[in-house]
């Protein structure tokens, strides 16, 4: 009988070694010395109007960088180049996650009270996805109170994508949401870019943040298995390969131990 378990035993073991070999995950590189460059994110696109007017630039002002639960926060004052208060900005995204994990991006930003306070007026002309009135910021400037945001990245999948609308309103915080999944290890970059509609002297232009809100996540590679786990990895992918080939060694081994017997006793007789 203990000959018997013997055979059973390098049996197993036997099947185990033979079994298809559980492909390992690659390996994350090996760390530079130096600080690796991230992926960067596709170059933004040129403004979305028909007309080719020079764009006010809206700038990212007091910017600052705070540790949270979910990864980090960065937040700041957006204004346009002559100084005019958009809102106040708030960027959570994950610095970390693993290769294949999904993740979020939330962007929300609070209106001025400077921009909302503006007087209003019908907007010149009917235009698509534009609302029918503007903000007054002088004789020349019309601002449509409507933001547009969109998420750039290389290396990820994710949704929703192209230009997403939030329109301008009094005390109501404009909230973007993106759901991101690594697939490529290392350091990733990915931006936001944020536009407004304006009116220049009854021309379309937009007032525009063209890369100007970059970050970037580092995409953590899973180890590589070790050689026990491979083992167990292979006995579970190849269960019922192995359970077959036990039941028919089983089947062998009650055949030879019952021709044996047959044999000795027809030997005694």
Do not use: H
């Not at 979305?48 to 002002?61: D, E, G, H, I, S």
């Amino acid at each position: 009988m203990k000959k018997l378990f013997a055979i059973i035993f390098l049996a197993v073991i036997f099947l185990s070694a033979c079994a298809p070999a559980a492909s390992s995950p690659t390996a994350a590189p090996p760390a530079p010395t130096s600080a690796p460059k991230a992926t960067q994110a596709p170059a933004a696109t040129v403004a979305r109007t028909a007309t080719a007017q020079p764009n006010t630039a809206l700038v990212v002002q007091n910017s600052k960088n705070e540790i949270t639960a979910q990864g980090n926060r960065v937040t700041g004052d957006i204004l346009t180049d002559e100084k005019l208060g958009v809102g106040q900005m708030g960027v959570d995204y994950p610095v970390t996650m693993q290769l294949g994990e999904s993740r979020s991006i939330v962007l929300k930003i609070a209106p001025s009270a400077q921009l909302t306070s503006l007087r209003t007026a019908p907007a010149p002309g009917k235009t698509t996805d534009l609302p029918d009135l503007v903000f007054r910021l002088s004789s020349k400037v019309d601002i449509y109170p409507v933001m547009f945001a969109e998420l750039r990245a290389v290396n990820f999948d994710f949704s929703p994508k192209g230009v997403q609308r939030r329109l301008i309103q009094q005390n109501q915080e404009m909230v973007w949401s993106w759901n991101i999944a690594s697939q490529a290890p290392g350091a990733q970059s990915l931006s936001l870019e944020l536009s407004i509609p304006i009116i220049v002297g009854g021309n379309a232009s937009e007032l525009s943040v063209l890369q100007n809100l970059p970050f970037a996540i580092n995409v953590l590679a899973p180890p590589p298995l070790s050689l026990t786990d491979q083992i167990l990895k292979s006995l579970a992918d190849n269960a019922g390969a192995i359970l077959v080939a036990l039941i028919g060694l089983f089947g062998t081994v009650i055949g030879l131990r019952a021709k044996a017997r047959a044999d000795a006793k027809d030997a005694r007789e």
